[in-house]
T-cell receptor, first 113, second 115 residues
Framework: GDSVTQMEGPVTLSEEAFLTINCTYT??????LFWYVQYPGEGLQLLLK?????DKGSNKGFEATYRKETTSFHLEKGSVQVSDSAVYFC????????????FGQGTELSVKP | EPEVTQTPSHQVTQMGQEVILRCVPI?????FYWYRQILGQKVEFLVS????????KSEIFDDQFSVERPDGSNFTLKIRSTKLEDSAMYFC?????????????FGSGTQLSVL
């Protein structure tokens, strides 16, 4: 069945460091891909998404590109801030199954000043 | 930004008891969902609901689970006879539409502890 695998955390970075969180997926057809973020005490929030191959999602300095050839959707940010400390979830929604998200295990990011 | 509200934030119950988890989705949304996350595991889809019907459910969502939209604002998840393994964080979500690229809005969750 469809699945998502992300790099394990926790990830600890210094402020202004470069961030990459790896995400790969297995799916039939053409899923939509998402990154959700969960700040402490809050629900998951959509960070960015991409709906077809080679699409780049971006938001708040974060980017991820839908790579069908490598079945990947890695999250990157050039310069992280303390306020980016959160848990990041990669997810896919199978084609024609709207709202049914399949999540990776989540990666906890801690950014130190 | 509008919010999905879940109550209570933490619920403790005895094994075999019934629990009802409550959610108020965003007012103009039409699609509603429940997800759960057992400690240390992935967030898992339980059920989606549209037009007063279940549109899809996972294998986890067996006869012990039910969902209801009792009025125009609430969306509830009932677990009829709780088991220890039902202990998890339960997330409610809603969306405007039901396409696969749809943005879901999640509540902050109800932590259910079954003793």
């Amino acid at each position: 069945g469809d699945s998502v695998t992300q790099m394990e955390g926790p990830v600890t970075l210094s402020e202004e460091a470069f961030l990459t969180i790896n995400c790969t997926y297995t799916a039939t057809g053409y899923p939509s891909l998402f990154w959700y973020v969960q700040y402490p005490g809050e629900g998951l929030q959509l960070l960015l998404k991409a709906t077809k191959a080679d699409d780049k999602g971006s938001n708040k300095g974060f980017e991820a590109t839908y790579r069908k050839e490598t079945t990947s959707f890695h999250l990157e940010k050039g310069s992280v801030q303390v306020s980016d400390s959160a848990v990041y979830f990669c997810a896919l929604s199978p084609y024609n199954q709207g709202g049914k998200l399949i999540f990776g295990q989540g990666t906890e990011l801690s950014v130190k000043p | 930004e509008p919010e999905v509200t879940q109550t209570p934030s933490h619920q403790v119950t005895q094994m075999g008891q019934e629990v009802i988890l409550r959610c108020v989705p965003i007012s103009n949304h039409l699609y509603f969902y429940w997800y759960r996350q057992i400690l240390g595991q992935k967030v898992e889809f339980l059920v989606s609901f549209y037009n007063n019907e279940i549109s899809e459910k996972s294998e986890i969502f067996d006869d012990q689970f039910s969902v209801e939209r009792p009025d125009g604002s609430n969306f509830t998840l009932k677990i009829r006879s709780t088991k220890l393994e039902d202990s998890a964080m339960y997330f409610c979500a809603s969306s405007e539409g039901g396409m696969s690229n749809e943005k879901l809005f999640f509540g902050s969750g109800t932590q259910l502890s079954v003793l």
